[in-house]
């Protein structure tokens, strides 16, 4: 049998070398990711220890879709979207309120408000007038 180390002239000394030095840094590198997953994979009996990294990769990645320019854009066009739609229903509340005839919150509270205010001024005008007309009862006693 020959070895690498015959001469060129055979033929075959300039290819094997190469090809050698190929395979073992092949084996080294198969050995090294062998390694590499024979640790992930003792690592990944403890299910505590697997989990704790899968809820981690998957905050991470949330925590990065959420803080992108799409989704941010997304968010806000979802918000302008909701806030329109709820000014027009408030709208259309409101027009067919004043069609049928129904009175609305806002019509409410401020009827109570101006009923407030009315009471109000009733009884201090009562008042004033309860003032004049003890002084005119002063006035009309008979004087003993």
Do not use: C
């Amino acid at each position: 049998m020959t070895t690498p180390q015959q001469t060129a002239s055979n033929g075959w000394n300039p290819l094997v070398p190469p090809i050698f030095d190929h395979w073992a840094e092949a084996t080294r590198t198969l050995v090294d990711q062998s390694q590499q997953l024979f640790h992930a994979v003792a690592e990944a009996r403890d299910l505590e220890t697997l989990q704790k990294r899968w809820l981690e990769s998957i905050a991470q990645s949330l925590d990065q879709y959420m803080r992108s320019p799409v989704f941010l854009d997304m968010m806000r066009r979802n918000f302008e979207l909701v806030t329109q739609l709820q000014d027009s229903y408030e709208d259309r509340a409101r027009d067919v309120a004043r069609a049928t005839g129904v009175p609305r919150l806002d019509d409410i509270s401020g009827l109570f408000e101006r009923m407030r205010i009315g009471q109000d001024a009733l009884m201090e005008r009562l008042a004033q007038l309860e003032k004049r007309l003890q002084s005119l009862e002063e006035k009309l006693a008979p004087r003993a």
